[in-house]
């Protein structure tokens, strides 16, 4: 009964910004964490970032110092302000939550925004 919503992709030309946002809508259910993932053509989905309800903060080494995670937990939105954007950031962005519906923990994902940075 949960599902994420991601906003804010596009193109952008290196050293540019994007804003990326995430909604979870739904009923019944605790965020523990929610994050950012990207995966590119031909590789592995990778971490970016990741925040806990607590506000611990977790970053990929490739985007510390540039990304920066943020959340409102009232409103179960997550945002990734990116700046200095590179051409090696170029992927599709999946919203990540951690979420527990009855006890039970559940990953759930969105279906990705495209980010691109090229000039």
């Known amino acids: 009964q949960v599902h994420l919503v991601e906003s804010g992709g596009g193109l952008v030309q290196p050293g540019g910004s994007l804003r990326l946002s995430c909604v979870a809508s739904g009923s019944g259910f605790d965020i523990n964490a929610m994050g950012w993932f990207r995966q590119a053509p031909g590789k592995s989905r990778e971490l970016v970032a990741t925040?806990?309800?607590?506000?611990?903060?977790n970053y990929a080494d490739s985007v510390e110092g540039r990304f920066t995670i943020s959340r409102d937990n009232a409103k179960n939105v997550v945002y990734l302000q990116m700046n200095s954007l590179k051409p090696e950031d170029t992927a599709v962005f999946y919203c990540y939550a951690s979420i527990n519906i009855r006890w039970v923990i559940n990953d759930y994902w969105g279906q990705g925004t495209q980010v691109t940075v090229s000039s």
């Open positions: 925040i806990t309800r607590s506000g611990v903060l």
